[in-house]
């Protein structure tokens, strides 16, 4: 009955928070600008708002371009799923389930993607390819952090990874950990489309990436892709939050309230990087990610002395 009402929590918890940092984000940036600017749940009037609208549907695209927002929001609820959350545990735990956080974030990806070109518009094919060109440097990243972990706990269970088990890894391995954080912020930055990699305000076709592929979805359906992307960038911060914070106080209010804390520090920081930075040039974008590929490879190397 414990492990049930846990696991309704932590659900609970991930399904609410989500949108709140996006929120944060964009107070975050306001206030750089000198701006009172939107308030904080304002992510959540807007999602409240699409879902109350009907989508629209050209008749040129096929079931695949109505089932990309369905699929982007179930692979990022099951990815939550997958992560320990205020406590060491997770709903879904298995030997190996890091690769399925990975392939489920591919998953989703493919049907946005799919979406995208099933338009037949120009634009959008031009995103679909920049997404997946990008993504192709960064999920190296992505994995190359989980190898470290995985080489420091012994085990390829998420649980395990990021759990109160990891706590004396910062004693050992904190050159290879603080890799790792650096690389896996710049994979969030990149898989959630944020500056300097994309540009989530920009309505200029020619310098977006995923905000072109969903030019075409409205109502609903839109509102599907954006709590799906909310989902997404909860569950990157929660990786970075339990790399650092993986010690378990013994109190799950107290476990709870600095996890909680740790996903809005993360929120500041991309709402920090949004306002010191402008957007890369697209040519310079490899770079930055093939940085962070370097970080986590340099991580791993100092895991096998």
Not at 100 to 113: D, K
Not at 281 to 293: D, E, Q
């Amino acid at each position: 009955m414990f492990e049930v009402l846990s696991w309704t929590l932590h659900v609970a918890v991930a399904l609410v928070a989500a949108p709140l940092q996006l929120g944060i984000i964009n107070k975050t940036k306001a206030w750089f600008a000198g701006r009172v600017g939107p308030p904080v749940l304002q992510p959540y009037y807007d999602l409240i708002k699409l879902a109350q609208k009907d989508s629209v549907f050209s008749t040129t695209t096929t079931w695949v371009f109505r089932v990309g927002p369905v699929v982007s929001l179930v692979t990022a609820l099951f990815a939550v799923l997958l992560i320990p959350l205020g406590t060491a545990s997770a709903p879904v735990s298995f030997t190996g389930d890091l690769v399925l956080l990975a392939y489920l974030f591919a998953l989703g990806r493919f049907f946005t993607v799919s979406a995208a070109l099933d338009t037949g518009s120009a634009f959008e094919g031009m995103g679909a390819a920049r997404e997946v060109t990008f993504a192709c440097f960064a999920e190296p990243a992505f994995f190359l952090g989980m190898l470290v972990l995985a080489k420091l706990s012994g085990s390829l269970r998420l649980v395990d990874m990021l759990g109160t088990s990891a706590t004396s890894h910062w004693g050992v391995a904190s050159a290879s950990l603080v890799l790792v954080l650096l690389s896996w912020f710049i994979v969030l930055l990149a898989e959630n489309c944020r500056i300097p990699f994309d540009d989530p305000n920009t309505h200029l076709e020619l310098t977006m990436i995923h905000e072109v592929m969903v030019l075409d979805h409205s109502g609903l359906a839109f509102g599907m892709i954006l709590y799906g992307a909310a989902l997404k960038l909860f569950v990157f911060a929660a990786l970075i939050v339990r790399l650092v914070l993986p010690t378990s106080t013994g109190m799950q209010a107290l476990d709870w309230a600095i996890f909680l804390v740790g996903v809005a520090v993360v929120s500041l920081a991309v709402g920090v990087v949004e306002s010191v930075m402008a957007r890369l040039r697209l040519v310079h974008i490899p770079t930055l990610l093939v940085a962070a590929c370097l970080l986590s490879a340099f991580g791993v190397i100092l895991t096998m002395r």
